[in-house]
């Protein structure tokens, strides 16, 4: 069987495709398999690197049969010590003697059936590496973790336990393949792209910090002829790690010739992870600020434009945003609401590495407080949030104006305003002058503002393409007014990275727009996954920075009475798993 050649492979990456046999096959079905591997293997494989997996006792016969193909043989385990008195086990160097070159290390049969935990794994890479072997690390999270919205914190934590022996000079030699139980053998579902990309751009972020040139990361669970193809167009995807789909020759071959002629459509990954930690992203080029007469509070405003910016040596600011809903008690009444449990969320915030916006709800600046401000570059920012199906009344907008004053006094150094406008409705001018009155109000008082753009379909027939020019030109109008942030929230159905650029280049155009404008974009959606799916998509769109909305909070919320005290754990731990995700995404070169 032809698995593909170099006309139809064009993406240029190595892409691993490989089958454990677990426990099947008699040595002789094995040695038939790999007959028919070596004979079926042509000459020319582009990027393919096969491997498979056979039980300890046929890795001699396997790897003998294999020798001089360009497949490689793996055992499914290792001894975590190098030899002695330990009886049952197989050592490194035992392995590596059979010709064997790659170990499977931490599947989820292994941690289940013998209890094998993160320091077991730790122990096993260490012993596979320091003989010289490839180490194919599993890590995934059972059903239960992935329901409790665990699931990113839970893989990348194993990754970074399997990494704890490792040397700088055996890093490259580990290849990771995510396999979420829940999707592994008889009875099970695959996971879907969208549940995989997500797991696979933070692990390989966090091989990046751990210092990877050039993570492999491989889907396994379920791997089938149906979805061969759609996994590995994914540019998220390196390989697959396939069991029962697998275990015939035929099967395996099917599998790699599908994966071939998928690769010669494939994107490539819009985002670089090179960037080294901490250094700004260059983004799309900006025309240069004409000059402006400053205003009264300027200095201040821009103090805390600067924050937002760059207030840590990040390349993303992140904004936390929560709608009057998101705060256990609705709407804060005073000043004293702040105090007492939502003391625990505040500490939190206060302790997060990068700038945070909080936004706090509708009419209730007289809970904002000094003591939001923190070092690290806190914003407080105060919501006018109104239905996103209608237009700001023009007299909350005037209200608003009027509350510039005690929103600064209270310690805010931003405010967010909810525009949500439609072109076409009548007196929109008038409204946009209103807009620009408003914002020249909170300028005077040094407040920088965000200014949010959502316009929402007309009707069901309206075409993401009409929606997405209207939502166009009402940038440009609310960017003529000169906020000092834009929050772009894109419906479903408009293509964001297209969105944000071509927003860009219309605020570009406007000579009262240029310069600092950063742009954000709105993460929506209860999913963490689909926050991690947004932000890459900010990454790659050039964003500035992005909103984490209700996602966040949920997880707080969902805890219910509970999560008061622990609500710094689970904020803290997201918060460095997304800013884990964001340097690694954050400039938006070709890898
Ligand atoms: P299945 O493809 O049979 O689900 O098994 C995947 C696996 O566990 C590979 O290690």
Known sequence: MNVGTRETVMSGREFWIGTSWKMTKSAEEAERFAAALAAGWPAHHGPLRLFVVPPYTHLNRVAGALRGSPVLVGAQDTSPWPDGAHTGDVSAAMIAETGAALVEIGHAERRRDHHETDDVVAAKVGAALARGLRVLLCVGETQVVRDEGRALEHVTGQVRAAFARVRP????????????????????????????????????????????????????????????????????????????????????????????????????????????????????????????????????????????????????????????????????????????????????????????????????????????????????????????????????????????????????????LMWVEDLDDAGSADRFALLERVIADFHAVGLAVMAEVLVTPRDREESAESLRRRQLDVVAEVARRAPDFLKLAFPAGVDAVAGHAAARAACDDLDAAAGSLPWTILSGGQDFGAVVRQVAVACASGASGFVVGRSLWADLLDAGSALIPGAADVLSARWHELASVTRALAAPTER
């Open 169 to 416: 000079d055996e890093r490259d030699r580990v290849l990771v393949a995510y396999e979420p139980v829940w999707a592994i053998g008889e009875g099970s579902r695959a996971a879907t792209l969208p549940e995989v990309e997500p797991v696979h751009a933070a692990v390989r972020a966090v091989l990046k910090d751990l210092g990877q040139a050039d993570p492999v990361i491989l889907y396994g669970g379920s791997v089938n002829p149906g979805n061969v193809d759609e996994l590995s167009r994914s540019a998220e995807v390196d390989g697959l790690f396939v069991g029962r789909a697998a275990w015939d020759p035929d099967g395996f071959l099917g599998l790699c010739a599908a994966a071939a002629r998928a690769l010669g459509t494939r994107a490539e990954r819009r985002w670089s992870t090179d960037a080294p930690y901490g250094t700004p992203s260059a983004g799309p080029r900006r025309t240069p600020a004409a000059p402006r007469v400053p205003a009264p509070g300027a200095g201040r405003r821009r103090l805390a434009v600067q924050r937002v910016l760059d207030p840590s040596g990040r390349m993303l600011s992140l904004a936390v945003d929560h709608g009057p809903d998101a705060w256990p008690v609705t709407p804060v009444p005073d000043a004293a609401a702040l105090a007492g449990p939502k003391a625990d969320i505040v500490a939190a915030l206060r302790g997060l590495p990068s700038s945070v916006l909080v936004d706090v709800e509708h009419g209730a600046p007289a809970c904002l407080s000094r003591d939001l401000v923190t070092p690290s570059g806190l914003i407080v920012g105060l919501e006018r949030q109104t239905a996103p199906t209608a237009p700001v009344p023009a007299a909350e907008l005037v209200a608003d104006g009027r509350d510039a004053a005690t929103v600064a006094a209270a310690g805010a150094d931003a405010i967010k």
